[in-house]
């Protein structure tokens, strides 16, 4: 199984503010299959990236992925008081599908 | 509107059965792969298991194989996850999701989850 691992595991920034998260896989992810997800208390996850770098449909541009082989990147460019919440990584390129441990990205 | 909503969810003792329900609308069912996805109480999410649009393939965990059984009615629109010899680690927020595209596995919808509770 390809086991991913997301830093940090917690992340205390202010609204306006840059948040880069990182996730790194344990073996190569190909075709960049790998997606972010935003979770809110008592709330499904919601597809923000997927292929690594797309963003889904309704997701604003501060959203933004990359990244390759085994190492991605998450950004938001400038924190709204809405995008504090748990963030998850996703890789689909080889069964099982693993998600990360999450990074909670909380108000500082 | 595109929409997954679960039932079946509850309490259940250690050893008991249980089976899940996953209402789809908005969209063509029977053209969508169709997963589980669980999450225990404050933790991550793990993947449960998969089956295809026709029924004919599936595929689960581990950590859930020879427990869960999968299936779907595409004539209701339904999906099912069919739990056996439950234990404390299989509590959690069961979700059914589907992939972004047929065949895909990153996940754009989701459900808002049923709830269940192993315990004696």
């Known amino acids: 199984d390809i086991v991913l691992t997301q830093s940090p595991g917690t992340l205390s920034l202010s609204p306006g503010e840059r948040a880069t998260l990182s996730c790194r896989a344990s073996?190569?992810?190909?075709?960049?299959?790998l997606a972010w997800y935003q979770q809110k208390p008592g709330q499904a996850p919601r597809l923000l990236i997927y292929?690594?770098?797309s963003r889904a449909t309704g997701i604003p541009d501060r959203f933004s992925g990359s990244g390759s082989g085994t190492d991605f990147t998450f950004t938001i460019s400038r924190l709204e008081p809405e995008d504090f919440a748990v963030y998850y990584c996703q890789q689909y390129s080889s069964s099982p599908v693993t998600f990360g441990p999450g990074t909670k990205l909380e108000i500082k | 509107e595109v929409q997954l909503v679960e039932s079946g969810g509850g309490l259940v003792q250690p050893g008991g059965s249980l089976r899940l329900s996953c209402a789809a609308s908005g969209f063509t069912f029977s053209s969508y792969a169709m997963h589980w996805v669980r999450q225990a109480p404050g933790k991550g999410l793990e993947y449960v298991s998969v089956i295809s649009g026709n029924g004919g393939s599936t595929y689960y965990a581990n950590s859930v194989k020879g427990r869960f059984t999968i299936s779907r009615d595409n004539s209701k629109n339904t999906l099912y996850l069919q739990m056996g010899s439950l234990s404390a680690e299989d509590m959690a927020v069961y979700y059914c999701v589907r992939g972004l595209v047929p065949a895909g596995r990153a996940f754009d919808i989701w459900g808002q989850g049923t709830m269940v509770t192993v315990s004696s």
């Open positions: 073996q190569s992810v190909t075709s960049s299959y």
């Open positions: 292929g690594a770098s």
